[in-house]
Antibody
């Protein structure tokens, strides 16, 4: 059974960089069948897709966040990561990592439990 | 403001049916048959319950069904049960490797 687990600081200061890691077990990030995804949910609000990373390193980002987002993967650790720069209070959210089925199919079939990141001084 | 529009709340009594709508545009729901729905209980991760408009993953009860007409997708929960009380989120592929979500609907079982 595939499992994903987010990790990283729960508190980030304004203007700094938010960094999170997702550790995958029961499957490999080095697979050409799936994309690895970050999605966030501000308190009391809906979900927002942040971006995907493919095993080849190709990335796709939400246009509204593209200038501040970098995603990458570490196949040796079976992890993928998110960096979000110049954060503000509006970036306070629960951040989920997830898996997206590849090919001409567009849905997220496995999710991590989520990590709350608060942006505050 | 979310790209897809969902009602903030919906409700029904046990055994009844409830339909939740998700309205987008010609650029997302209207063009692509890649609408998916997720169930989220408080404090938990979302769970995929419908993908590609109408398909149910293995293990999801057939009480959950999806449909689409024009720019609007719908999720119907039939034979409501207490455990169906949760938030429901819709999402659609929007082209150019982009995804849009709705704001979520809180379903209450009365």
């Amino acid at each position: 059974q595939l499992q994903l687990q987010e990790s990283g600081p729960g508190l980030v200061k304004p203007s700094e960089t938010l960094s999170l890691t997702c550790t995958v077990s029961g499957g490999s990030v080095n697979s050409n069948s799936y994309f690895w995804v970050w999605i966030r949910q501000p308190p009391g609000k809906g979900l927002q897709w942040i971006g995907d990373v493919f095993y080849s390193g190709v990335t796709y980002y939400n246009p509204s966040l593209k200038s501040r987002v970098t995603m990458s993967q570490d196949t040796s650790k079976n992890q993928f990561s998110l960096n979000l720069t110049s954060v503000t209070a509006a970036d306070t959210a629960v951040y989920f990592c997830a898996r997206r089925v590849g090919g001409v199919r567009y849905f997220f079939d496995y999710w991590g439990q989520g990590a709350l990141v608060t942006v505050s001084s | 403001q979310s790209a897809l529009t969902q009602p903030p709340s919906a409700s029904g009594s046990p055994g009844q049916s409830v339909t939740i709508t998700c309205t987008g545009t010609r650029s997302d729901i209207g063009t692509y048959d890649f609408v998916s729905w997720y169930q989220q209980h408080p404090g938990k991760a979302p769970k995929l319950i419908i993908h590609e408009v109408t398909k149910r993953p293995s293990g999801v009860p057939d009480r959950f069904s999806g449909s689409k007409s024009g720019n609007t997708a719908s999720l119907t929960v039939s034979g409501l049960q207490a455990e169906d009380e949760a938030d429901y989120h819709c999402t659609s592929y929007a082209g150019s490797s982009n995804f849009v979500f709705g704001g979520g609907t809180r379903l209450t079982v009365l």
